[in-house]
C-alpha cells in the first residue's frame, strides 16, 4: 500500500530558518506574506508596464486552481493531474451563462464554482479503488475528455472557434469594468478562497484526510471511512478550479479549448508541486514562479523560459518536497 511520509521528526530540513525559536518562525512568515499582499494592493496604482500587470493578475488567477491541485495531492494524497479540465468547466460555464443568458457575474461565478464541483466528485469515484499512477492516467484521460467535448458542442462552447464576446464583470448589479476595480474583485474573490480553505485544512475533516492520506490502513482501524472524506476533497478542489476557470473567463472576454489542455494541467501541477505539498503558502508561490517570473526575465528575450525553467529544476534537486512543502511527491507514486 501506497503511503505518504511527511518530514522525518527531529530533523530540521528548512536550513537557517529552522534555528529561529517557533514563535519568531511565525512571525517572520507572517510578515512575509503581509509583505506581499501590500505589494499585490500597490500595483494597481504603481503605474508598471501593462505586461506585467496582466501577468500578475493571471498569477493570482490562477492561485485558487494551483490550491485545489495541491488539496487533492498534498492533503488527500491523490496523484492526480487533470486540473486544467476543471478550469475550462468553470470558464465555459461562467461564460456561457454571460453571453447566452446575461447572467450576473456573481450567480455565473457561483455557478461555475458548484457545477465544477460536482463533476470533480464524479471523476474523484475511481479514486476509491485506484492510486498512484493509475489514478494520474485516469485524470489525464479526463482532461482529454473535456477538450474533445468543448471542441465538437458546437452549439453550446462555440467549437474550435471558442465563446467569444464575454461581457465585463458584474457583481450584484455592479460593473467592474477591466481596470483596478476589476483587479481588486478578483483579489478579494482570491482571498476569501484561501481563507475557506484554511479553514477547512485546518478543521477536523482536514487532519481526518491528512491521517488517511498518511496511513489509510492505520485509519481505517480507527474507524475513519475513506471514501467520503476522498471524494468530498477532490470535490473541493475542482471547485477552487471552477473559480478559476470563472474569473479567467472574465479576464480574457474568451473561452477556448486551447487554455485547458494537459499542458495548462501540467502547469497547475508544477504550481503545487514546486511551491511545496502540503501549504496553501506554497502553491501560491508556486504560481508566481511559474507564470510571473518568466515576465520578470522578459529583459534577457531569448534566455527568459530557459532561465526559469533552469530554476525550477534547481528548486527540485534541492527541494523535492517544494519550497515550503512538508511531503514528496515521489511519495504518491505506487511502487
Request: zero cysteines; aromatic letters at 8%; glycine letters at 12%.
Amino acid at each position: 500500500m501506497t503511503t505518504f511520509t511527511t518530514t522525518t521528526p527531529g530533523v530540521d530540513r528548512r536550513g537557517l530558518r529552522g534555528l529561529l525559536p517557533r514563535g519568531a518562525r511565525a512571525i517572520t512568515s507572517t510578515s512575509i506574506w503581509g509583505a506581499v499582499l501590500l505589494v499585490v494592493l500597490l500595483v494597481p496604482v504603481l503605474q508598471l508596464p501593462p505586461i506585467f500587470s496582466a501577468a500578475l493578475l493571471l498569477t493570482i488567477i490562477y492561485i485558487p486552481a494551483a490550491v485545489g491541485q495541491n488539496l487533492i495531492i498534498g492533503n488527500a494524497g491523490l496523484l492526480a493531474m487533470g486540473q486544467a479540465a476543471f478550469v475550462g468547466v468553470g470558464a465555459y460555464t461562467a461564460g456561457i451563462l454571460a453571453v447566452r443568458f446575461e447572467v450576473d457575474g456573481s450567480i455565473a461565478i457561483l455557478a461555475a464554482v458548484l457545477l465544477s464541483a460536482g463533476v470533480g466528485a464524479l471523476v474523484g469515484i475511481p479514486a476509491l479503488r485506484i492510486s498512484g499512477d493509475y489514478l494520474f492516467i485516469v485524470s489525464l484521460g479526463f482532461n482529454l475528455i473535456v477538450m474533445d467535448v468543448a471542441r465538437n458542442w458546437v452549439d453550446v462552447t462555440g467549437g474550435a472557434t471558442g465563446l467569444t464576446g464575454i461581457p465585463t464583470l458584474t457583481l450584484f448589479g455592479m460593473d467592474m469594468g477591466v481596470g483596478q476595480t476589476f483587479y481588486f474583485s478578483v483579489l478579494v474573490m482570491v482571498l476569501v478562497s484561501l481563507v475557506v480553505v484554511q479553514a477547512i485544512t485546518s478543521s477536523r475533516f482536514g487532519l481526518t484526510m491528512e491521517a488517511i492520506r498518511d496511513d489509510e490502513a492505520a485509519a481505517i482501524a480507527s474507524g475513519i471511512r475513506p471514501a467520503g472524506p476522498k471524494v468530498q476533497f477532490f470535490a473541493i478542489g475542482s471547485a477552487l478550479a471552477g473559480l478559476s476557470g470563472a474569473l479567467l473567463a472574465y479576464n480574457l472576454g474568451y473561452v477556448g479549448s486551447g487554455s485547458f489542455d494537459v499542458s495548462d494541467s501540467l502547469l497547475i501541477f508544477q504550481m503545487a508541486v514546486i511551491g511545496g505539498l502540503g501549504r496553501i503558502t506554497g502553491s501560491i508561490l508556486g504560481a508566481f514562479i511559474i507564470i510571473l517570473l518568466p515576465e520578470l526575465l522578459r529583459p534577457l528575450q531569448d534566455y527568459r523560459l530557459l532561465l526559469a525553467g533552469l530554476v525550477i529544476v534547481i528548486l527540485m534537486i534541492l527541494r523535492p518536497e517544494g519550497i515550503l512543502g512538508k511531503a514528496k511527491i515521489t511519495n504518491l507514486i505506487k511502487k
